[in-house]
């Protein structure tokens, strides 16, 4: 009853066209924002920010170039962790190298650096499919975090391997990443990049761009009869995805964790992320922040619940019985709603149309 | 200039300098690459015959190692441990069939890639949770000495585990040409619905096809796990068989057995001879480049079935 678009009348192409066509979501949408803005900086915890709004909105960013690479232009990628560390190191060396180059430009520049690797490993796209193409990528993500680990000239010739991110202020003396930084300053940074990213993401899926890559998403050869060039669509799909991958490694390296090392980005993580977009729903932005809430919750949850629930179990045993619950849990969902939790908010918004009436 | 010598030159004025050295490098590889084609192996079979890409088949090697290390450990003569932990693996399979496969059924390719992702997580998990995450040393007797022949040196080990893996290949071999349940399974690959339709029981033949690979798995365990010891980073050697399958082709078995040596070899030469010019530690990328170049000019593995589309 609440939710419906019952005499809301359009009346100008752009109103037509908008992000959010319905009143409610508008509503819904400025309500978060204030939350987000307004009132979880004033109330949350060290804890709370650290472990999890902030890994939450850096994994959001992995999430959204994911998706737009797997659930939008259909290539199936598992070199996301690679990928981030590119971010990673080419925000360090930029950071490095221009000290008094602004945090913003930085992480920028590492995006559009990790985007020209990622169009160099996205030109085998261009004649393997499926699988082949997934396990493609793997060569990505084995060979650049080997490529970090071996050429000293990535860390500054660092002797130890493990690097600290340089501290870096916007507006003067803001203090933003790094050990120093105040964990609010840090959040409300990163919670202004991911806003306007996302809206991004969400504004190139809907333009020509974004149509051309769910067209050889759907299929390939049909889209390419129709006059869609395959090459400038994958290799876009490709670019944008890492540039966002890369943005996400460096916020990562520079304001979760505040050290670089490649060890951070292994293949788990490229898995975690494509457990999010999975889980969350493919082929859409909401989806990828759903996933990623869901996957960085989860094992916080599972951490704590023997804790909660008084039993008394062996560290390493919690750490083996986590592996199972994830495994478990995983296909659980998979198995009750394969399109993704998107697709649940999709079913309830339809709900709620009627909702409290039968009909 | 100093990495072009050493890149383009001295690698090969090696090679000329001493070629019996170099068969012996070569031999190496390609015994170690036979390894790699256990566990390809696995992989191939599950995706010729239900068409998934089975991530969970290093953690099937891993989970079996475990069970046949840990029964050994109990106290169980290694002949009854081996019936043992066939028997769980049967079990596993039935398990996977039932629980995974059977409610995901016509669901996209990606969501089952998923769900072995989560099988994987699931199966390390229980694994250890039973038997511990402590290295356990898995000694059935299999000589490690090397053997002279023709002046070339030879681990006794990696031969006996060519023997192991020529001998798979040809029961499997046999078991899909001959038997009838082979035939079923060949059906059943070349296309689901008229296979269904002639009668072909598919869930039975998707459990048959999960044990054999848990059997092939189980085999690749205990060849492993007598290498390294049975620990987790057992785990990862599917990491290091999926290059083979791609080089291969996902539906080739023959491919499979090809491609771990083709691999295996290249790995082995490129560490002896170009490490020093590029840097060590490239065995954990070596192999995935080497299969990216092969696929640049077969899209579909060396051995794969030719990829038709149609718009």
Redesign the interface.
Known sequence: MLYREAGQFKTSYAADQQIFPILQDRVGIAVIAAIALGVLPLVATEYLTTTILIPFLVMSIAAIGLNIL?GYAGQ?SLGTGGFMATGAFAAYKLSTAFPDLNIVFVFLGSGVITAFVGVLFGI?SL??????L???T??AQ??L??LF???PWFTNYSSSGVISAPPRAIFGDIMVTGSSAHYTAKYLFLLVFVGFLALAAKNLTRCHLGRAWMAIRD?D??AE?IGIKPLQTKLSAFAISSFYCGIAGAAWAFIYTGSVEPLAFS?EIS?KV??MV?IGG?GSILGSFLGAGFMVLLPVILTNAPHILGLNIPV??IS????????????FF??VE?HGLARLWQIGKEKLRLWPFPY | MDFLYNFFISPFVQIADSPLFFVEVLTGGLLSGVMYSLVALGFVLIFKASGV?NFAQGAMVLFAALFFAGFIDKGVPWWGSLILTIGVMVLLAMTIER??LR??VN?????L???T??????????G??VW??SVRVLDIGLPQTPLEIGGVLVNKFDIIAAVVAGSLVAVLAVFFQKTRVGRALRAVADDHQAALSVGIPLKTIWAIVWTVAGLVGLVAGVMWGSKLGVQFSLAMVA?KA??V??LGG?TSVPGAIIGGLIIGAGEKVAEVYWADAI????E??FA??L??VF??FR???LFGDK?I???
């Not at chain 1, 004649?127 to 082949?132: M, P």
């Not at chain 1, 083996?320 to 296909?331: K, S, T, V």
């Not at chain 2, 840097?279 to 490239?282: D, K, L, T, V």
């Open positions: 797997t199936l085998p004649r393997i499919k499926g699988f082949y997934a396990v493609a793997l060569a084995f060979f975090l080997w680990n071996k050429v299929m050869i049909a009869i293949i898995f494509l457990f999975i493919l390493d045993m083996h019985l986590e592996y199972m619950i994830f495994g478990a849990l995983i296909i998979l198995i394969p | 890409f629980v995974v409610p995901l669901q996209p390719h990606i969501i890639f998923m769900a992702i989560g099988v994987t997580y699931f199966l390390d998990g229980f250890q949770t511990g995450s990491l999926l290059p399958l791609i996902f840097g060590g530690g490239i954990d990328w995935y480049m299969a990216l696929l640049l899209p579909q593995g990829i589309e149609r718009v």
